[in-house]
């Protein structure tokens, strides 16, 4: 969210205010000493605020001397002993301030701690968030500009923020808008003022502002920096984010006024397993009705003490022991006994009635077996697949300096620790205590429950092991002369090679071999197969351009077709084109009439329909032009035809055709009036401008004689 602010424009220059009488001289910049700057910053046009004040309640504060040196260059020098403030209009640039007392011991927000009890407060126009020109005074305006949330382009340092700043002067007022989504938690870190201000916060979402929440900065004793401390939380009710109106309780002089906020969501509250000692800080409201959940890793079987600082109440879960717990919970310790013997995570779920901020952090508070945060489980058993963290520590060999540490916590405890043999042909694991460690434990490798112990010295055992995973199990000596509770305990691992031939693997050695040698005995088969392979196809395409064709000839018949239109009978006719003729020849049997010459080769079939219907195709093998086919009837009166499909021009007896192009199929039903009983197809037309025709010498029976 970028933005430029700005301020009510003064006109000249603001005379420099002291509450107290205080001598200014002018000294060379140069030759201030580091050591004594108190800040430094880049600023902004506007007006700027000063206060010096003195801290101590009960005396007076030592001389300081204060050194500004202002933007443009000038350099002024105070000295007092008591609180005064300065009031100046100043450029864009950079602003320092020195004092005789050095740096400040502490600082946040615009105010700086110093030695002897005195506090410097500053409201400096900031480089970023300054108003260039008056804010609107109506949230309506379209000239209301987002203020800027201080973590924009920065780290979350407190020594580093966005400071949004301007100045009201008399009965002014400022709107401002600030950019955020429903649920969102608005947190205002400081807001400071010259005078006293009352801050509005508005939702426009409806049909008319409604006011959320008023917020009144009341004035500080010192030098009448007025400020809200603490903590200062506004749920945002809706996707437009909320409106801030200023107004000055003052209503006569210049109030430079600044405010850092947040912005939380969701997106700020991590995921990522939480560690002890480490804070988790996050925001949650009424409107988030999930809440927020958070993974913590401890220590199995040991107790966690959660610290908790709230600025509301909350409402808790966790399970403990099985069991959901759910708590009421404000600022406080909360101790949980019992997470379970194999658990390593425990997860914790906050909600809210309020809008709160909280801060939480937790430990464990029992020793821990190596690199676990607790106790090593009393016994074997199957760790849960989705358990991110093994419950069993993990040893290794990792040399003669390198020593494991334990507790056993009472005079029945077990710790079960665990390890990796990784070499193929296993291993022989020798297990050696820490001198110190002698008088306390019996300590013992474990292989698949079987106790196999040879001793080869007080304190050492050894075993032969294979491959894979094993434990050790550590455990009370009944015999231990010490009484110290709870009993710690060091070891290590020395992991030797057997002492046999190693076996090695060679068989990826063969692996192109038995390749080779496969594909050479199954190569007499490769030939069989494809032409298998081949054959089938064929089959395959001959079956399905059969069954086509079959198909077409009842629909041109008209059998199993819902309807006779004429787009039906066109597609099917259409279809025939991509058919190769002499399959078409064998599929529908033997032609009624069939003719064929150098030129052209024709045949027509008798169509199973009620009203005298023929089927005519027509292959050319060259080009022919002002073709048409003539159906003659060889005795009687001439033939009449009634329709033609595809739709060509015909009168009487003939059908035009125009061109055809070779090799070419062309089909065309051709539906004709009762009439004689034998009739001659006819081909007409020219070939390279040579009148042709083309007629079978059998004559076409009507019908069935």
């Known amino acids: 969210m970028g933005l430029h602010r700005g301020f009510t424009s003064a006109v000249g220059i603001f005379i420099i205010m002291m509450i107290s009488m205080a001598s200014i001289s002018t000294v060379n910049a140069e030759e201030l000493p580091d050591a004594n700057l108190i ?193 200062a939380l506004i749920e945002i009710p809706s996707n437009e984010g909320v409106y801030l109106k200023l107004h000055s309780n003052d209503g006569q002089d210049e109030n430079p006024y600044s405010f850092i906020f947040d912005i939380w969501s969701d997106l700020d509250e991590t995921n990522e397993m939480q560690m002890p000692e480490i804070a988790i800080v996050g925001t949650i409201g009424p409107m988030d009705n999930e809440g927020d959940f958070y993974d913590l890793r401890v220590g199995p079987g040991s107790p966690v003490e959660i610290d908790i600082e709230v600025s509301d109440w909350i409402e808790l879960r966790y399970i403990e022991n099985g069991e959901m717990i759910e708590l009421e919970q404000t600022s406080g310790i909360v101790r949980i006994e019992n997470i379970g013997e194999m658990n390593t995570t425990l997860r914790i779920h906050i909600r809210s009635e309020n809008v709160v901020r909280y801060d939480i952090s937790y430990i464990i508070d029992a020793e821990s077996d190596g690199e676990t945060l607790g106790d090593a489980p009393d016994n074997i058993t199957e760790i849960n697949s989705d358990q991110l963290y093994s419950p069993y520590p993990m040893v290794s060999d990792n ?153 077409l000839r009842e629909r041109l018949s008209g059998i199993g077709l819902d309807s006779q239109a004429d787009e039906d009978i066109d597609a099917a006719l259409s279809s025939l084109g991509d058919t190769e003729w002499d399959a078409l020849i064998q599929e529908w049997g033997k032609p009624d009439v069939r003719h064929s010459t150098e030129d052209l080769e024709l045949a027509a079939w008798r169509l199973e329909i009620d009203s005298p219907t023929l089927l005519i195709g027509i292959r050319p093998k060259v080009d022919w032009e002002h073709a048409g086919i003539r159906l003659s009837a060889t005795m009687g009166e001439r033939i009449s035809i009634e329709g033609v499909h595809p739709s060509h021009l015909h009168f009487e007896d003939e059908i035009v055709l125009d061109k055809l192009k070779s090799q070419n199929l062309h089909f065309i039903r051709v539906q004709h009036a009762h009439s004689s009983s034998k009739l001659d197809v006819v081909v007409t037309g020219t070939v390279q401008g040579v009148p042709m025709a083309a007629m079978p010498s059998k004559a076409l029976n009507h019908s069935e004689e």
Request: charged share 20%; glycine share 8%.
């Open 39 to 231: 800040m430094s910053a880049e600023v902004n046009e506007g007006v700027a605020w000063i206060g010096i004040s003195c801290e101590n309640p009960n005396q007076d504060c030592l001389e300081i001397n204060i050194t500004i040196v202002w933007p443009n260059g000038s350099v002024e020098e105070i000295s007092s002993t008591e609180t005064q403030e300065i009031l100046a209009n100043i450029t864009a640039g950079s602003i320092a301030i020195y004092g005789s007392s050095g740096a400040p011991s502490a600082q946040s927000y615009g105010r700086f701690l110093l030695q002897g009890g005195w506090r410097i407060d500053t409201i400096l126009p900031n480089f970023n968030g300054h108003e260039i020109s008056d804010h609107p005074e109506h949230s309506g305006s379209q000239d209301v500009l987002d203020a800027l949330e201080w973590r924009e382009g920065i780290s979350k340092n407190p020594s580093e923020y966005n400071s949004n700043t301007g100045t009201l002067s008399g009965s002014d007022t400022d709107v401002i808008h600030i950019a955020g989504s429903e649920g969102n938690i608005l947190q205002f870190h400081s807001i400071n003022s010259r005078y006293p201000l009352t801050w509005d916060i508005l939702d426009t979402s409806g049909q008319a502002p409604n006011l959320i929440e008023t917020l009144n900065v009341s004035d500080m004793p010192a030098v009448g920096l007025a400020t809200i401390t603490g903590m």
């Open 399 to 551: 040399g003669p300096h390198w020593w494991w540490d334990g507790y056993l916590g009472h005079s029945e405890d077990i710790d079960y620790w665990t390890f990796e043999v990784t070499d193929l042909n296993g291993s022989i694991v020798h297990l050696i205590p820490a001198t110190d460690s002698d008088d306390c434990c019996i300590m013992e490798i474990i292989d698949a429950g079987i106790f196999e112990v040879e001793k080869e010295g007080l304190g050492h055992e050894t075993l032969q092991l294979e491959n894979g995973t094993h434990y050790i199990r550590i455990s009370n000596d009944p015999n231990r002369t010490s009484s110290i509770i709870p009993a710690q305990y060091s070891f290590r691992l020395e992991f030797q090679e057997i002492d046999e031939p190693i076996y090695i693997d060679r068989s990826g050695e063969f692996t192109t071999f038995y390749i080779v040698v496969g594909l050479v005995l199954l190569s007499p088969l490769l030939p069989i197969a494809y032409w298998q392979w081949k054959d089938r196809d064929i089959i395959r395409v001959e079956r399905h351009e059969r069954l086509r064709l079959a198909r």
